[in-house]
């Protein structure tokens, strides 16, 4: 059965360094997500991608934060200048398209900024 | 507001036993989608049952089963014949048609004991 993959599984940053996070969405969906989940809340939506641009985006999603889909396959998530408070586990999410409304997640990138 | 609220931070249920998640949510739209997912300790999110709003008939799948009361807007997940393997966070999740962004609640852990 198709997956949603993330890269890495954890990674480790210093505060104000650039990190990129990597996903590669089941191959025939069309809508991109990226979530993340500060240990012990809830699961929040940062930002949709349809057709190469955002489609939708939280309060959270500020300049910091970028997202591309590079090629036909990877969706990146970037954070240009990590503060302590962006340490937390990012889920990417797919969605097929019209007439399907079921995102699947990927297994998450825990990211700690120190 | 768009809420989802998991009164039951914490719920345990024998071997074999039957066991019921709360969830209510708070929406002013008519056609949405409803969602349970599941995150073991591996902290992937798997989703375990969705229900269209305008359907009527509660969704099943295997043990995992639905109360839908749209009325009421809540959306109680039922699992019979609990198993070692549902010890988990559920988490309930809504999303609006045709927008992108799924709500969460807090989640619910479960423990299962033998």
């Known amino acids: 059965e198709p997956e949603v993959t993330q890269t890495p599984s954890h990674q480790v940053t210093q505060m104000g360094q650039e990190v990129i996070l990597r996903c590669v969405p089941i191959?025939?969906?069309?809508?991109f997500y990226w979530y993340r989940q500060i240990l012990g809340q809830k699961v929040e939506f940062l930002v949709s991608?349809?057709?190469?641009?955002?489609?939708?985006k939280s309060e959270i999603f500020d300049d910091q934060f970028s997202v591309e889909r590079p090629d036909g396959s990877n969706f990146t998530l970037k954070i240009r200048s990590t503060k302590l408070e962006d340490s937390a586990m990012y889920f990417c999410?797919?969605?097929?398209?019209?007439?399907?409304?079921?995102?699947?997640f990927g297994p998450g990138t825990r990211l700690t900024v120190l | 507001a768009q809420t989802v609220t998991q009164s039951q931070p914490e719920m345990s249920v024998q071997e074999a036993e039957t066991v019921t998640l709360s969830c209510t949510y708070d929406?002013?739209?008519?056609?949405?989608?409803l969602f349970w997912y599941k995150q073991p300790p591996s902290r992937q999110m798997i989703l375990v049952i969705r229900q269209e709003a305008y359907k009527q008939q509660n969704a099943t799948e295997n043990r995992f089963s639905v109360n839908f009361q749209k009325a009421a807007k809540s959306f109680s997940l039922k699992i019979s014949d609990s198993q070692l393997g549902d010890a988990a966070m559920y988490f309930c999740a809504y999303t609006i048609k045709n927008t992108d962004k799924l709500i969460f609640g807090t989640g619910t852990r479960l423990q299962v004991f033998p």
């Open positions: 991608f349809y057709n190469n641009e955002i489609s939708e």
């Open positions: 929406t002013s739209e008519s056609d949405y989608y």
């Open positions: 191959s025939n969906h069309l809508y």
């Open positions: 999410a797919s969605r097929q398209g019209m007439g399907t409304d079921t995102q699947y």
